[in-house]
């Protein structure tokens, strides 16, 4: 059995971003097991000086990343960023220094922002520090909008 975890990068409660990782579950295939992490809003604030004696959010996250085979980041763009939250949510799993529990995962990184640029830049940005945290992202399909439709067949 093949663990996932999803992570949505919105708190709102009818995120489109939760709702798409919730449509993911019942659709993983035979033998992976699809969870949603919820508890990206109860985590502090990162700070170095909590790092010696973590909060329990923060011990349920790296359990919950160590756990899984591979995550799945849906995340919107703020402001032509990743959220806060989800950046929080980074910054905590990777730490301890030298022991995060984030090396070696591979990740899928999605978007569903209703914006013209659907979310490109926020995804950009997960993949640039994905790989400074050597976790391995899933290279396509790679689209910012939807797929053109395929061209009108030509009668010669
Ligand atoms: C503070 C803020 C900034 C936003 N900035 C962007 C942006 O830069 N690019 C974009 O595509 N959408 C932007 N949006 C629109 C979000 O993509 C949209 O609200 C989306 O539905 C949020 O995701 P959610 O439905 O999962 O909460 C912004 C929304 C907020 C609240």
Redesign the pocket.
Known sequence: MSRVLAL???L?A?????QLLSCLQPLAPEGMHLSLFSGLGELPHFSEDLETDPPVPVRELWQAIADADGLIIAT?????AIPGVLKNALDWASRPRGASVLPGHAAMVLS????????I?AQAQLREMFALLNVYVVGGPHHSRRPHPPRPHHRS
């Open positions: 949505s990068g919105s709102r009818a995120s489109y971003h939760t919107p763009e703020y402001n032509g569903a922002s209703p914006g013209l640029f659907g979310g830049r």
